[in-house]
């Protein structure tokens, strides 16, 4: 087994998350890096409700292996102590599916891992991940007051190559 790395490359079907720091660029360039870099890029928001960003995934370099899992990694924390939720999500052609909600009141940065299924069911294919989107949900219990931030965010493909097949050849007379 071998794992492949897919990070935000672009905007996904819908970006709601309130703010992002600093507030230039786009919101899939606060979360994309290899290493996190806490709180030099970040979402955040001070909504009561859950908002939710998708982003797209760089292309993926797999072919024929066969995909075991897709784990979604995401890097985020609480503000002063303040309540925070986080919510990891997979998109695929309209569906999603939808990791556990995690509250934490930790202002130091953490990185937490969800395995998730297919959206819309089945097994996962190598053609499934030129569209798949990874998303989070965050939300706050002040709202109005101190943030939850979210500072990266990424998906490993699990997977594993199909052993070479043995081909015997007979020459018949």
């Not at 606060?30 to 409700?49: F, G, H, I, Q």
């Not at 939710?52 to 797999?62: H, Y």
């Not at 989070?136 to 199909?162: L, M």
Request: charged share 20%; aromatic share 10%; glycine share 8%.
């Amino acid at each position: 087994m071998a794992t492949e790395v897919l990070r935000p490359d672009g905007a996904g079907d819908y970006t709601n998350i309130a703010s992002q720091y600093p507030a230039s660029t786009a919101h899939w360039d606060k979360v994309d890096e290899a290493v996190a870099d806490d709180d030099t890029t970040y979402l955040l928001t001070d909504s009561a409700t859950q908002q939710k960003d998708a982003f797209t995934l760089g292309a993926s370099a797999l072919t024929d292996e066969t995909i075991n899992s897709v784990t979604v990694f995401y890097v985020a924390r609480s503000h002063v102590g303040e309540k925070a939720r986080f919510q990891p999500f997979l998109r695929l052609s309209g569906s999603e599916t939808t990791g556990t909600e995690i509250d934490t009141t930790s202002t130091t940065y953490s990185l937490r891992s969800e395995a998730l299924t297919k959206p819309g069911g089945g097994a996962w294919a190598v053609a499934d991940l030129a569209d798949l989107q990874v998303c989070i949900g965050v939300w706050s219990d002040s709202p109005g007051g101190y943030s939850p931030h979210i500072t990266q965010i990424y998906v490993s493909v699990d997977y594993s190559v199909a052993a070479a097949g043995r081909s015997y050849g007979y020459i018949m007379d």
